[in-house]
């Protein structure tokens, strides 16, 4: 069951093409990513699905109601997480997820949610002394206590180390075991890898690709090695290669299967000494690259 369906949606501000046609769908209790550099269209899509941005054209139907005519009703069953968000310095914690309580009908009792998201003990703790994944953390709980049916976390993890990116991928893991969809907006390939079922990946304000992170990636490998030799013979033939490039005495094989076996059999036939042997698994980096034309 689609729980989010988009079609055709446009926007342009000053002239300037920010959205252009963009359609995809999102399925109950899934991670679903929004993937793309910086400046593609993606806090402005989630925007525009939230019903906090207003599009030019296109639909957009969130659990079965159209955002632009039942913005209040969908504002109710959904949780957001900004990609700026702010607090008061002095705001605190229980004081915060007490006010965002209040804009609900029917939220979740907030003391719950300050034991399961470890806050606890930060109960009385002002914003601006929280550290930056404790901050992420009453971000996630500002985003669940109207009890939302979708989550949409945009950026999530920006500007958090390494440890606590780590920490808050499980968090978003127990969001969607509790039942809840999640929309995640990110600009990091290994967070999309780690988390998403299906990623919409934007590129100038088009979905250039609709899929999970390994079907994105094919299943291919690169074998990279250094040879010195200037003829390889026909590596793009061998079974499984599907691409050769050369730059000086760098190569690079991509290819499926035991497409490497293949490679390193025809090398030896060719007499062709190699050095500096690797074999790397094709990333969603190089997916990416491969659909833009340009490095992320």
Known sequence: ??????????????????????????????IFGIL???????????????????????TIRVLGLDVGKDARLVHE?????????????????WEALDLYASFYARPRDWRELLEEWGLADKRNARFGKLSG????????????????????????????????????????????????????????MDEVEELCDRVAVLDRGTV????????????EHQMRFTAQADDLGDLAGLPGVTGVSRTGNRV?????????????????????LVSDLRIDKRTLEDAFTALTGKSF
């Open 1 to 30: 069951m689609a729980v989010i369906e988009v079609t055709d949606l446009r926007k342009a501000y000053a002239g300037q093409t920010v959205l252009d046609g963009v359609s995809f769908s999102v399925e109950e209790g899934e």
């Open 36 to 58: 793309g550099p910086n400046g593609t269209g993606k806090t402005t899509t989630v925007e525009c699905v939230e019903g906090l941005r207003r599009p030019d054209s296109g």
């Open 77 to 93: 069953q959904i949780g957001v997480q900004l990609q700026q968000t702010q607090l008061p310095e002095n705001l605190k914690v």
């Open 133 to 188: 994944g404790q901050k992420q953390r009453l971000f996630i709980a500002l985003a669940l206590v109207g009890n939302p049916k979708v989550a949409f976390l945009d950026e999530l993890t920006t500007g958090l180390d390494p440890q606590a990116r780590r920490t808050t991928w499980e968090l978003i893991k127990r969001i969607r075991a509790n039942g809840v969809t999640v929309v995640l907006v990110s600009h990091f």
């Open 208 to 219: 250039v690709a609709l899929d999970t992170p390994a079907g994105l990636v094919g299943g």
């Open 252 to 272: 690079v094989v991509t290819g499926r299967g035991d497409f490497a076996t293949a490679v390193t059999a025809h090398l030896a036939r060719h007499h062709v």
